[in-house]
């Protein structure tokens, strides 16, 4: 079983999140869509670009693989308008989840990232709410509080909007069995 840190990835009032927004110098009214994962085909983040102009992605990609990414791809994202792509390291990766609005996993196919996304469990455990496909252990959070799968990509923007306009108080509820002391207590058993 992983972990996630839900010390460091904790919720925010949203005054600290309209400030981290001013850090980040994205508007602060601004519906902001997170991805962090490797910049290539097979995790799906292409979909990423279908996105309605209303909202703002923030892309982080993989500083470990960056000479794998590619290079079509991260062109586009650079085109897209409403578009923060930062490919090298963030200290502070917490703020950006808690800034953002939704953090959105499209990954599909298997081999294209880890059973239990960490990206998945640091936003829910910021308590973002999260739109993902059912991917890996992902389904084990099918009916929980703040996350909404995907069906279909045909109707993405739809989906997302449904997905940042759901009130959700508890999606950190979710993950607070991957909380690393648990993760331990359960390897130690």
Not at 96 to 122: A, R, T
Not at 131 to 158: M, Q, R, V, W
Request: aromatic fraction near 8%.
């Amino acid at each position: 079983k992983t972990g996630v840190d839900t010390k460091k990835f904790t919720p925010v009032e949203q005054n600290k999140k309209l400030s981290l927004r001013k850090k980040y110098n994205i508007d602060e009214s601004a519906k902001v869509i997170l991805h962090i994962g490797h910049l290539n085909e097979g995790r799906n983040i292409q979909q990423l670009l279908n996105l309605s102009d209303e909202y703002f992605v923030v892309l982080i990609t993989s500083t470990l693989t960056k000479n794998e990414q590619d290079k079509q791809l991260k062109d586009a994202f650079l085109k897209r308008e409403n578009t923060l792509l930062i490919d090298d390291y963030v200290e502070h990766i917490e703020e950006i989840y808690q800034l953002s609005d939704l953090y959105l996993f499209p990954v599909i196919e298997s081999g294209h990232c880890i059973d239990v996304p960490l990206s998945v469990l640091e936003a829910a455990s910021c308590g973002i709410p999260v739109l993902t496909t059912d991917y890996g252990e992902i389904k084990a959070f099918k009916n929980k509080e703040g996350f909404s799968y995907i069906s279909s990509f045909e109707n993405l923007n739809e989906l997302v909007n449904s997905a940042i306009n759901e009130k959700t108080n508890n999606i950190r509820n979710a993950v607070l069995d991957y909380d690393w002391n648990n993760a331990i207590d359960f390897l130690s058993r």
